[in-house]
């Protein structure tokens, strides 16, 4: 298994400013994938961050909206840029601690934009 | 890409009552995954079931992977069983990996 823990764990948020997310994992995972749910709706994927490598972003996000870093192998974050309401949404981190093993998420951070 | 369905969307019980929630796949998949998500939005993560049964507690999950879907059994339902269940497939992602797709999930409430 894996213990995921995020920060913020919510936040309130003007327009067209930025929000950094950062996830942390107890243990040294390979890969680590950020989602968005937005309200009401299910998870969608925004990218997968590798260690030591570019994130790759699923059609619909670019990373000049949702920059993110992966410096070491049990942390991450997801930036949020230039913010609107429609970015308001939980942000969720998940890993798979082993190949074809469960997903594990973290708590989420709910970010609402003012 | 693969298309998850699942049903109902909504279900309200009472609490006692048992329940099966259902999950379609559009193409075969080798390790579907079930969440449930706690009213406070945390994802926790039922089972790992590429197929055949599995239980834990009162619930179980079976998936006929020939066939193309999953069911998760709820017995006995209280309270705090309360949520939204997703069931989630993988498909090939970029860069090699395997990202799950999920499907839009099915609100449980259970009254007491």
């Known amino acids: 298994s894996a213990v995921i823990s995020q920060k913020p764990s919510r936040d309130i948020c003007q327009r067209g400013t930025s929000l950094t997310i950062q996830c942390q994992v107890d243990?040294?995972?390979?890969?680590m994938f950020w989602y968005r749910q937005q309200p009401g709706q299910s998870l969608t994927l925004i990218a997968t961050?590798?260690?030591?490598?570019?994130?790759?972003?699923e059609s619909g996000f670019v990373i000049d909206k949702f920059p993110i870093s992966r410096p070491n192998l049990t942390f991450s974050t997801l930036t949020v840029s230039n913010m609107s309401p429609e970015d308001s949404s939980i942000y969720l981190c998940?890993?798979?601690?082993?190949?074809?093993?469960?997903?594990?998420f973290g708590p989420g951070t709910r970010l609402t934009v003012l | 890409g693969i298309q998850v369905e699942q049903s109902p969307p909504d279900l309200i019980l009472q609490e006692g009552a048992n329940s099966t929630l259902r999950c379609n796949f559009s193409d075969s998949v080798n390790n579907l995954q079930w969440f449930h998500q706690n009213p406070w939005g945390q994802l926790i993560n039922l089972f790992y079931?590429?197929?055949g049964t599995k239980q834990n507690g009162r619930l179980s999950a079976t998936t006929v992977a020939t066939e193309r879907y999953s069911l998760l059994y709820i017995s006995s339902s209280q309270t705090t069983d309360s949520g939204v269940y997703f069931c989630?497939?993988?498909?090939?992602?970029?860069?090699?990996?395997?990202?799950?797709?999920f499907g839009k999930g099915t609100k449980l409430t259970v009254n007491p």
């Open positions: 243990s040294q995972v390979t890969m």
């Open positions: 998940s890993v798979e601690p082993g190949l074809r093993t469960k997903r594990f």
């Open positions: 989630a497939g993988p498909v090939a992602g970029k860069g090699g990996s395997e990202k799950l797709v």
């Open positions: 961050a590798n260690q030591g490598s570019e994130a790759t972003y």
């Open positions: 079931i590429p197929s």
